[in-house]
């Protein structure tokens, strides 16, 4: 049973009986209906009203809210509003993405407390990087493992690992993996990714936050040779491509 005090927070003094109807019998007994439909298909199917209807208001904000708290992504509410353009017109669907915006930057908030720590700013190798990362030794008891943090469309140079390659623990957020010469992997958490020494490759966010634990395979004289930075250029074919599919 979803406990709701929206009506009764904002009205109870003016409209008590809406207040009530609102809390007890639109979410008390019918959004409470969850054997019938999940609150996900709910969330959404509320924002596709509310958005046909014009309403751009606090209460669409909060039922967009609803939506990702109820697991309907970024991705998926671009999509929903995208798609329910065509049917409910061009300038609600305009209206609704600022707000879709502002909703899910909290995710950003969010991302920056991944789940082996932020760490401190990267600076030791900022140089070798294109955007701000962030970095959290864990162990560096026999195997250095540290956990890398990278902002939106944060990215390392082409590097080489030489001796001993590398494996890489997805943890949270989206990112890429790209070989020299291969198509980039989008990653995701529970992802992993294991670099084989003398490969060129680089790794980082793609437009959301992301994390991974960096393992670094012990080898004798082991060492990393930084080469050029991936450009804007590189990088944002792999989003566009992505957008495509
Ligand atoms: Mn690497």
Avoid at 59 to 87: P, W
Avoid at 95 to 113: G, I, L, S, T, W
Avoid at 177 to 202: C, F, M, N, T
Avoid at 235 to 243: A, G, K, P, R, V
């Amino acid at each position: 049973m979803i406990k709701q005090t929206a009506g009764r927070d904002g009205l109870g003094d003016l409209a008590p009986k809406f207040a009530q109807l609102n809390d007890d019998v639109l979410f008390g007994q019918v959004w409470s209906r969850e054997d019938r439909l999940s609150l996900r298909d709910r969330s959404m199917i509320t924002v596709v009203a509310l958005v046909s209807k014009g309403i751009t208001d606090n209460s669409l904000k909060y039922h967009i809210q609803n939506a990702k708290n109820h697991g309907v992504t970024k991705t998926e509410m671009v999509e929903i509003i995208t798609h329910i353009a065509f049917y409910v017109g061009w300038p609600n669907a305009w209206a609704v993405f600022p707000m879709v915006r502002e909703v899910y930057a909290q995710d950003a908030v969010n991302a920056k407390e991944p789940l082996f720590g932020l760490g401190q700013p990267n600076d030791a190798y900022a140089a070798y990087f294109i955007g701000q990362s962030y970095l959290n030794p864990l162990t560096t008891q026999g195997v250095t493992v540290c956990n890398v943090t990278f902002e939106p469309r944060c990215r390392n140079n082409w590097h080489i690992h030489h001796g001993g390659g590398q494996i890489l623990l997805c943890t949270d957020g989206e990112g890429w993996y790209q070989q020299w010469g291969q198509p980039a992997r989008s990653l995701h958490p529970g992802d992993v990714v294991y670099i084989p020494p003398e490969v060129k490759h680089w790794h980082g966010a793609a437009e959301d936050w992301f994390s991974h634990v960096a393992i670094e395979i012990p080898a004798p004289g082991a060492s990393n040779e930084w080469l050029e930075p991936v450009s804007d250029e590189e990088y944002n074919m792999l989003t566009q491509m992505q957008t495509e599919e």
